[in-house]
């Protein structure tokens, strides 16, 4: 198969690439990414060298770049992460956010259209289901749920999955979606909750802990996520949704705590900072469905995984100390100076 990943030089796209490299021998994948701030050619660096591998730098926005690379290709599946990702981001300027996560879907489903590629799969979050009550345990996100929003960015990635069924019903694209909830693991851009703790605590900086540090995020190790994906698109139903995560719910404070204990650090770091506006309360996944379906469950528990996300961090720092230079600092001063 050959394969086209588009946003593959971020988090989950890069952590995606590795695996199917690895799993996959018969595959060629080329990778599409506009090097935006959460791009990281670095990242890729493992890959370049596989000749079954190649990176190509473009906007998925762009109908003149992605029509022609679609012809010269001929890809056979599309895997579309390439999005803008981040909730407060989305808060300040939500433009981008259209513009890359709505228009660059339709743009690649017009080019899988005229180019007759077999499957369109699209990477999708359980933030569209908007948010659970953190009184009511008992309730999880399912595929039956209406799709909702509570940010710019849920809202793009809804328009997106509506956009992308609509292509289905209508045009016949084969597609298929699936909804993952918060991951973790290495290569994480450190503006998310996970890696800016960690960066924080060993700087011995604050920890900016929003409002109250109870809502709840159903965190899933990296990996997980990559084999639901590659056994959706090798086994799942076209038109389906699915589902990814499933039973490793903790709070934020929770999520702090672990590393300031890990790292050693004291919790007097936790600083409570304003809340986000329209701040979700709690995300939980119900993976039922890639269970029954296609044998899909999580393997790495959060207490293991998130001591490798730390041991790595610790083993990987001049990757995100060099993120974190330019145009981050300016970041973290305008979202967490006045906070
Ligand atoms: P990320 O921000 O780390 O990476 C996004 C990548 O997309 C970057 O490499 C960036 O350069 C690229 N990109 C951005 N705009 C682009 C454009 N116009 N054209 C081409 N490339 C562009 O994001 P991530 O955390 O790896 O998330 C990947 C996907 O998974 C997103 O679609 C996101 O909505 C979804 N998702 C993320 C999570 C999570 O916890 N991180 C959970 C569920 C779903
Ligand atoms: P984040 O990693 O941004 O993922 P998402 O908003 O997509 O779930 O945030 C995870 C949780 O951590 C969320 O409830 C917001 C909270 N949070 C903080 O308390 N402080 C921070 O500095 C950040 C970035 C997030």
């Known amino acids: 198969m050959k394969i086209l990943v588009t946003g593959g030089a971020g988090f989950i796209g890069a952590n995606f690439v590795f695996y199917m490299l690895e799993e996959h021998p018969e595959d060629e994948i080329v990778c599409l990414d506009a090097l935006t701030y959460a791009g990281n050619l670095e990242t ?11 990176f190509v730098k473009g906007d998925v926005a762009d109908r003149k770049a992605v029509f022609p690379l679609f012809e010269k290709e001929g890809f056979d599946v599309v895997v579309n992460f390439a999005a803008e990702s981040h909730v407060d981001r989305s808060i300040e300027d939500p433009g981008i956010f259209l513009k890359t996560n709505i228009l660059g879907t339709q743009v690649l489903m017009d080019a ?8 369109f799969h699209q990477v999708g979050t359980d933030e569209v289901y908007g948010d659970l009550p953190l009184d009511r345990p008992d309730l999880f996100f399912t595929e039956d749920m209406p799709v909702t929003a509570s940010s710019p960015y849920s809202a793009s990635k809804a328009s997106a999955d509506l956009l992308v069924m609509a292509y289905h019903r209508t045009f ?3 597609v298929t979606i699936s909804r993952c909830s918060n991951n973790y693991g290495p290569y994480q851009f450190p503006e998310k909750l996970i890696p800016l703790m960690i960066a924080n605590a060993l700087a011995d900086k604050p920890l900016p802990v929003y409002g109250t540090g109870e809502n709840v995020r ?13 056994r959706i698109l ?3 139903r076209v038109g389906e949704v699915y589902n990814i995560g499933g039973h490793n719910e903790r709070n934020n404070l929770e999520v702090v705590k672990t590393i300031l204990a890990q790292l050693n650090k004291p919790e007097s770091l936790i600083t409570f900072v304003g809340d986000r506006k329209g701040h979700d309360l709690r995300y939980a996944i119900d993976p ?3 269970h029954e379906e296609l044998g899909w469950l999580p393997t790495t528990k959060f207490d293991d995984g998130i001591r490798q996300t730390i041991d790595w961090y610790l083993d990987h720092e001049p990757w995100w100390r060099n993120i974190i230079s330019g145009e981050y600092q300016q970041y973290y001063e305008k979202m967490y100076g006045n906070r």
Do not use: Q
């Open 44 to 54: 890729l660096e493992p890959a370049m060298d596989n000749p079954r591998f190649r």
């Open 112 to 119: 899988s259209r005229e180019y007759g590629v077999k499957r």
């Open 172 to 174: 016949g694209l084969p």
């Open 218 to 230: 159903d965190w899933l190790y990296v990996e997980d996520h990559c084999r639901a994906i590659d």
């Open 234 to 236: 090798r086994s799942g």
């Open 288 to 290: 039922t469905k890639i």
